[in-house]
Each structure stands twice: as C-alpha cells, then as structure tokens.
Nanobody
C-alpha cells in the first residue's frame, strides 16, 4: 500500500515559520499530483497547496505568498514551507497523493493520505 508520513509540525507564535515534510518508504511521487491539505476542528478539509506532475504549484488564496510547496523525487519527499504563520493556519496538515496526472485544490482528486501533523499558531 502507499504510505505517506508527515512530519515537522509543532507550535509556533504568529509570524513564525515551519517546514513540513512528507515521506514514503517506496517511490511514490513521480507522475502524480501531490498536495497538502488541512483541517481545523469542526471544519472541513481545505486544500492548501498542490504540485502537479510537471512541477507546477498552485496555492489557496489564503496562503499565497507565505507557503511554498516543493518536492524531491529522488528522496521521495514532499515539502511545505510555511512562513509568516497566522493563528488561522492552526490545523492538522495532511499530505496526499493524487490518483492521476490531473488534480486541483480539492480533496476529491487525492486518494492516498498521510496521518497528519499538527500545526498550532498562537498569538
């Protein structure tokens, strides 16, 4: 089975930075869209950023200019660099792999998910 494992979450103050990582023991990313999603308590899962199979990124409006998605296929690792964090960024963050070369900032396009890593941003 495809297994994705997130790491790098934690607690930071507003304005701080974190880098999330998503790794797989087997080669997972080549030829697929990859994405980061988040879910706060009582809210639905929200698309944060995706990166296409061609390497092109797309971001939610709420994180544009602050977050950067990238991947290292040789290391089977996906990253999300988060700068200028805000309290509203507080959520469980999930790494996901798309089911085809087509994808969008919508969880419906992603069929494989990690267990999540918690990000908490305080004022």
């Amino acid at each position: 089975q495809v297994q994705l494992v997130e790491s790098g979450g934690g607690s930071v103050q507003a304005g701080g930075s974190l880098r999330l990582s998503c790794s797989a023991s087997e080669y997972t990313y080549s030829g697929y869209c990859m994405g980061w999603f988040r879910q706060a308590p009582g809210k639905g899962r929200e698309g944060v950023a995706i990166i296409g199979s061609d390497g092109s990124p797309r971001y939610a409006d709420s994180v544009k200019g602050r977050f950067t998605i990238s991947q290292d296929n040789a290391k089977n690792t996906l990253y999300l660099r988060m700068n200028s964090l805000k309290p509203e960024d507080t959520a469980m963050y999930y790494c996901a792999r798309g089911s085809s070369i087509y994808c969008a900032l919508d969880s419906a396009y992603f069929h494989y998910w990690g267990q999540g890593t918690q990000v908490t941003v305080s004022s």
